[in-house]
């Protein structure tokens, strides 16, 4: 394992990943500029921006506020650093809820077409869980058939989503300390849409000038994502396209296969990519490929919508966020679809060295350079069935194929379901290992790659770090793939984990690093806290638990680590959020927010250092809870 110093070349600064090294080459000799390329480009970055001192939300603006006291200290409007940090950092909650959210609420669309009767291939794949998530919406699911069910669980949905709830449906699944204390402090989400829509007003100029106050919806409105719109995306995926269970798989550029049509999915909805992957499996599909010299269709996945089809069918990862240029490079990407959410723009002209054809699928999605083929539920069997067709007879233009490694193997598919199954239908193994010291805790390591941080070398350090020390790891998202790639999740993994780690999880046949999910699948670990905390009569920020992001990027990804902050679970960022323009806030987001829900933000962008946090972290967490601890 290496991190990058004044010594590490230039092309292992990058990725600690071989296939990624290999493909970079094979771009620079190809002369295809990549993500590293644009961000120096990009350098230095504005330093106002980095520290959130900049304003643009008006036009008697753009306003900055100069952090050595020399120049202005208030914008136009008279807005100081304090209410300028807390405005940006608001709207940065507000876009990465209404991102989820917004996937959620795609999803509830489908449910009430199925309910209605217009599935067009959709299905309810797990009736137990629809009954069971109906049960908690208030729909009175007796002598009721599934579609009807199906019908008034996303009317209920959808008037969650609005402004007639006092409080969002599914915070009952947090422990009631919990939801007393987000009583308290006033920060219960009331409706999904309402907090981001709130947000935005709050942060117009003239609005909410008190940076303790914007804070505080910043919260609410996280929570309205983690407890609201991602949890429902999570829920409805299940009911649509089954609960997930472990599958095995394979990750890394070596899942293309040279002599079969490949097709990669990107983005993150399972809407497109389970349709896909229905006419994938087409026999006239398959022959037809056959019929233009292909042995086979190969679907496999890059970011979240392809652990979506991992949890629930195993489909192979052919990278994360960051390698999704670069398995382009291989020249065997036939066809690459893609929904929404952290695909580069860039990718189309990138594809267009390499003859891949790049498919636009969302109405609220589109891309130069791409073609685009608008999938509708009404519509989504039959356009799957055009664009893998379009696949096919792409398949004629290769060129030259470079597929630099063989693939690693890998378990995914941890549903909290999938973890009370393994462990017989009870949390009590779990805790009783966790009392008996052999697993000291858990931590939930999530989100991206970022070009300020060598690829995968944040997550896969952490996680190494970690369960060594006996902290079992659940991940999502891009953490998922660098640990799968490590070859963290094979049963034999347990070679990497402490005595205790190893014991347990060698008897119960599972990794020591258990894949969650993709980015709305996050929520799965609050469910588990939830859980392990119902059944200890604690808060979730009492438990021996944290939660980490090594190299977030996105919007998305502040949003999770405040809805996790504000759920009791401490949560350490690799890369610096734009705070750093008000000492005020970040004291309060990394000292004071502890005595407010339990629990605070660090930062810390070596990973060796995270884990010596984490691990302090659980220990003290243990030592209160009357559990025997070490020295962190
Ligand atoms: Fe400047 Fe205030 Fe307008 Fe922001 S809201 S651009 S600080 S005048
Ligand atoms: S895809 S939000 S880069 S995890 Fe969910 Fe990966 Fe982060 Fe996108």
Known sequence: MMGVNDMTPKRERKTITEDGLLLLDKMEKDRVTTVWDRFQDQLPNCGYCEMGLSCRNCVMGPCRVDPFGEGP???????????????????????????????????????????????????IRDPNKLKQVAGEFGVDVGGKDDLTIASEL??????????????????????????????????????????????????????????????????????????????????????????????????????????????????????????????????????????????????VGVCCTGNELLMRHGIAMAGNHLSTELILATGAVDMMIVDYQCIMPSISSVAACYNTKMISTSDK?????????????????????QVVTEAIENFVNRKEVFIPTTATDAVGGFSVEAVLGALGGTPEPLLEAIKTGKIRGAAGIVGCNNPRIQQDYGHVTLTQRLIENDILVVDTGCVSVANAKAGFKVADAISFAGPGLKEICGALGIPPVLHFGSCVDNVRILVLASALANALDVDISDLPIAGAAPEWYSEKAATIGVYFVASGVYTVLGPMPPITGSMDIVKLLTEDLESVVGATFAVEPDPENAAILIRKRIESKRAALGLDARDG
């Open 73 to 123: 200290q208030v914008g136009v409007c008279g807005a100081d650093a304090n209410i300028i940090v807390a405005r940006n950092l608001g709207r940065m909650i507000a876009a990465g809820a209404a991102s989820h959210s917004d996937h959620g609420r795609d999803l509830v669309d489908v449910l009430a077409q199925v309910g209605e009767g217009n599935n067009a291939g959709y299905q």
């Open 154 to 299: 996303a009317y209920q949905m959808q008037e969650d989503y609005g402004m007639r709830r006092k409080s969002l449906t599914l915070l009952a699944r947090a422990p009631e300390k919990r939801r007393e204390l987000w009583m308290s402090l006033g920060v219960v989400p009331r409706g999904i849409d309402r907090e981001t829509s709130e947000m935005m007003h709050r942060t117009h100029m003239g609005v909410d000038n008190d940076w303790k106050s914007l804070l505080l919806h910043g919260i609410r409105n996280a929570l309205s994502d983690g407890w609201g719109g991602s949890m429902i995306a999570s829920d409805v995926s299940d009911i649509l396209f089954g609960t997930p269970t472990p599958h095995p798989t394979k990750v890394n550029a070596g899942v293309l296969e040279e002599d079969q049509v490949n097709i990669v999915v990107h983005g993150h909805n399972p809407v497109v990519s389970e349709m896909v992957l229905h006419a994938c499996h087409s026999p006239d599909l398959l022959a037809r490929a056959e019929e233009n010299g292909a042995t086979g269709i190969n679907l």
């Open 365 to 385: 999605a589109k891309f130069p350079g791409m073609d685009h083929r608008e999938f509708h539920p009404h519509n989504a069997e039959k356009m799957a069935v």
